[in-house]
């Protein structure tokens, strides 16, 4: 025999207050998704092991009232799952912090680099979601998925490096590597990894630019263990990078092959440069061209 809740008993009270709290969350919840928006953005979809995942979370307020946002640590939150559905194992939490208000009509864009505060190291389909909670409201609102790609590379060429600690000390030895990947499967990309010698640990994986399939880029270390890497990224261009042992893009060059091959040589003192080519200016080395009016008046 089933008993029957009746008006009055203990129980009943209960459940009438389990619903109307139900029922409260879900209307909250109804309004803010409605009335706040989440969406989350990425400047690319495909990422090698270890590379930034640079997100950009845009909140759209209309509300009809201002917002005040980034009081608590857990404002904004982040989830992240693979293609089968298992959730990635967070490292730490992603730091949003800091105050703004959010006038009615308006936008906010929060953005942050999701790389070290997931595992996301496997090769595989992933998806971000974004969770805004807005105290003020007892709700939360939750983002679109937004998924993503993690590809391997493919090995060009690697060198192990010293890297001084200090006088009278064993330098800590590094690697690095050049990987090529098919990028939206129809660019090459030239990626660079700094890692430890046995490739266990990571330090930065950086993305150096476009290259055509045919080209075999050129790389040097120099004596203070910065590498030198010059590659073919279009029909005519030769793309150059100077890059820092902690992996660092310090210089960025582009050259022309209108006369000649560009190419990297070494010189008595163990200076890398690169000879051959037309190299092309930067925009601040351009002459300044003052408009007509700035001009000073023609002598008579």
């Given at each position: 025999m089933?008993?029957?809740?009746?008006r009055g008993s203990n129980l009943y009270g209960t459940h009438m207050k389990t619903f109307l709290v139900a029922v409260i969350a879900a209307l909250a919840l109804g309004r803010a998704s409605a009335q706040v928006t989440v969406e989350v953005t990425l400047d690319q979809e495909q990422f090698l092991p270890s590379e930034s995942v640079p997100v950009a979370v845009k909140i759209t307020n209309r509300s009809g009232q201002s917002l005040h946002l980034g009081t608590e640590l857990d404002w904004l939150t982040f989830s992240v799952e693979s293609a089968d559905s298992s959730v990635v194992i967070k490292n730490s939490e992603v730091p949003v912090l800091g105050e703004?208000?959010?006038?009615?009509?308006?936008?906010a864009i929060k953005r942050v680099d999701l790389q070290s505060h997931f595992a996301m190291n496997k090769q595989g389909r992933y998806k971000i979601v974004a969770t805004l909670r807005i105290k003020a409201w007892a709700a939360s609102v939750a983002s679109p998925p937004k998924a993503f790609d993690v590809i391997n590379g493919a090995n060009l060429w690697a060198q192990d490096f010293g890297v001084p600690t200090g006088t009278n000390t064993a330098p800590e030895v590094r690697k690095y590597t050049l990987e090529q990947a098919n990028y939206l499967r129809s660019q090459l990309r030239l990626y660079l990894q700094v890692s430890d010698a046995a490739q266990s640990r990571v330090y930065r994986v950086e993305a150096l630019g476009p290259m055509v399939s045919f080209s075999q880029p050129e790389a040097q270390v120099d004596r203070v263990s910065q590498l030198h890497v010059l590659w073919q990224a279009g029909a005519q261009m030769f793309a150059y990078?100077?890059?820092s042992p902690n992996g660092t893009v310090l210089q960025r060059e582009s050259y022309?092959?209108?006369t000649s091959r560009p190419r990297l040589t070494v010189n008595e003192g163990g200076d890398v440069l690169v000879v051959g080519g037309t190299r092309r200016m930067h925009p601040a080395e351009l002459p300044m061209v003052k408009s007509p009016i700035e001009l000073p008046a023609p002598r008579r």
């Open positions: 089933i008993a029957t809740p009746v703004f208000d959010l006038e009615s009509s308006q936008q990078c100077l890059i022309d092959n209108f």
